[in-house]
């Protein structure tokens, strides 16, 4: 079972994407969702995290007020909205899913995450 990510692409700083993760197969909506990325020789960072109905909603300092995080349970998906793009957003983004179910709180490290996607590559142009 794995999440499928989709979106990626080049895009000039300032310029906007839409990422999209899709779960088919496997159920979304009792547990909290992430957005995390991964620059070249670095470590994967959280992005963002939407609580089991989607009002709950944490976001990395540096992509506050940039990017939104949203879900749809019904279609079994989640989407990061990222604007005013930099440099430095530039990386492989990958969607989880959290390993437990959702407790009310949003989880920032990877290992506490169980199902990945194949990540998709963002590059931003100065």
């Known amino acids: 079972v794995q999440l499928q990510a989709s979106g990626g692409g080049l895009v000039q700083a300032g310029g906007s994407l839409r990422l999209s993760c899709a779960a088919p197969g496997l159920t979304l909506s009792n547990y909290g969702m992430g957005w995390f990325r991964q620059a070249p020789g670095k470590e994967r960072d959280f992005v963002a995290g939407?609580?089991?109905?989607?009002?709950?909603?944490y976001y990395a300092d540096s992509v506050q007020g940039r990017f939104t995080i949203s879900r749809d349970n019904a279609k079994s998906t989640v989407t990061l909205q990222m604007n005013s793009l930099k440099p430095e957003d530039t990386a492989v983004y990958f969607c989880?899913?959290?390993?437990?179910?959702?407790?009310?709180?949003?989880?920032?490290?990877?290992?506490?995450?169980?199902?990945w996607g194949q990540g998709t590559l963002v590059t931003v142009s100065s």
């Open positions: 989880a899913r959290d390993g437990r179910t959702w407790n009310g709180k949003i989880r920032t490290t990877p290992y506490e995450y169980r199902y």
């Open positions: 939407i609580g089991r109905s989607g009002v709950s909603t």
